[in-house]
């Protein structure tokens, strides 16, 4: 099993960063992927970044603003979100997918909300 404890979100004005901080614990610490969702309210979930077998994939909306990074050491994956616009309030959900079983693995989810 693999418990995931997410931090770092909060309030902040358009323009604005935060950094996420995702770190996977339990019996399983290894992972081929690990990245991370949003959801905003009356929108499906959406894939924002994902770093796996080496590659980075970003969704047309962040690119250029987000940046995923990852620990593997520390079993923790990291979003650097830079000049944050007003749509990019949303639950962030990271989630991690291990070597075996292939399996997707959620957070609780962190809210950020971009506003003045």
């Known amino acids: 099993q693999v418990q995931l404890v997410e931090s770092g979100g909060g309030l902040v004005q358009p323009g604005g960063s935060l950094r996420l901080s995702c770190a996977a614990s339990?019996?399983?610490?290894?992972?081929?992927?690990m990245g991370w969702y949003r959801q905003a309210p009356g929108k499906q979930r959406e894939l924002v970044a994902v770093?796996?077998?080496?590659?980075?994939n970003y969704a047309d909306s962040v690119k250029g603003r987000f940046t995923i990074s990852r620990d593997n050491a520390k079993s923790t994956v990291y979003l650097q979100m830079n000049s944050l616009k007003v749509e990019d309030t949303a639950v962030y959900y990271c989630?991690?997918?291990?070597?075996?079983?292939?399996?997707?693995?959620w957070g609780q989810g962190t809210q950020v909300t971009v506003s003045s």
């Open positions: 989630y991690v997918v291990p070597w075996a079983p292939r399996k997707n693995y």
């Open positions: 339990g019996n399983i610490r290894s992972f081929y992927a």
């Open positions: 770093a796996s077998g080496g590659n980075l």
